[in-house]
């Protein structure tokens, strides 16, 4: 299994502003995926980043309102620019088990609330 | 287009029931399904998979699952829900090399 650190926890921020969210896995992986859930709901992926490469994005999400970083096998960071009351979600970090199995594992999020 | 779907947004059991949480999906291929399960104010945890084999899957907290090609049907089951089981449920589907794209969400709620 893969154990993955996300920080922060949760914020509070202001519209305008930008969030930087780090994700640290305690193994190298090849990819890593980050996902936005908006409470209650299902899990949008928002893109994939491979080290050494520009990040994959899904339809409807750009790389400058979410610009990621991925400097090693076991670290990525997501940033939420220029942040509105909709971007209020939580954002899920996630990691592909060994083996090219399809089974993913996640960090516990990170739950962003814009005023 | 690819997809997968969840037609109940809640599911009500009582404990010692059994339970079932319906997932159909639509993609092309093959598919590789899953069920991941999570709890209030955590991050998702797997539950299990299939992948090809037995259409019958049995996964963690006694959970199984049901694959259906026919009926484009992965449902997953309980013989006897606790309590403990009340969770929001996901099911997904792989697409592509290793993209998991996840259904709408089924929240269970067991009554004890």
């Known amino acids: 299994s893969a154990v993955i650190s996300q920080k922060p926890s949760r914020d509070i921020c202001q519209r305008g502003t930008s969030l930087t969210i780090q994700c640290q896995v305690d193994s190298q992986v090849t990819m890593m995926f980050w996902y936005r859930q908006q409470p209650g709901q299902s899990l949008t992926l928002i893109a994939t980043a491979n080290q050494g490469s520009e990040a994959t994005y899904e339809s409807g999400f750009v790389i400058d309102k979410f610009p990621i970083s991925r400097p090693n096998l076991t670290f990525s960071t997501l940033t939420v620019s220029n942040l509105s009351p909709e971007d209020s979600s939580i954002y899920l970090c996630?990691?592909?088990?060994?083996?090219?199995?399809?089974?993913?594992?996640f960090g516990e999020g990170s739950r962003l609330t814009v005023l | 287009a690819q997809s997968v779907a969840q037609p109940e947004d809640q599911v009500n059991v009582a404990e010692g029931n059994p339970l079932t949480v319906k997932c159909t999906y639509s993609?092309?291929?093959?598919?590789?399904l899953f069920w991941y399960v999570q709890y209030p104010n955590r991050g998702l945890q797997f539950l299990l998979k299939y992948i090809t084999g037995d259409n019958l899957v049995k996964g963690s907290y006694g959970f199984e699952a049901e694959f259906n090609k026919s009926q484009t049907s992965f449902h997953l089951k309980k013989p006897s829900a606790l309590v403990s089981d009340s969770a929001l449920y996901f099911c997904?589907?792989?697409?592509?090399?290793?993209?998991?794209?996840f259904g709408s969400g089924t929240r269970l709620s067991i009554r004890p």
């Open positions: 996630s990691v592909e088990k060994t083996g090219n199995t399809g089974e993913l594992f």
């Open positions: 997904a589907v792989r697409v592509g090399a290793s993209k998991i794209i």
């Open positions: 993609v092309s291929g093959n598919p590789y």
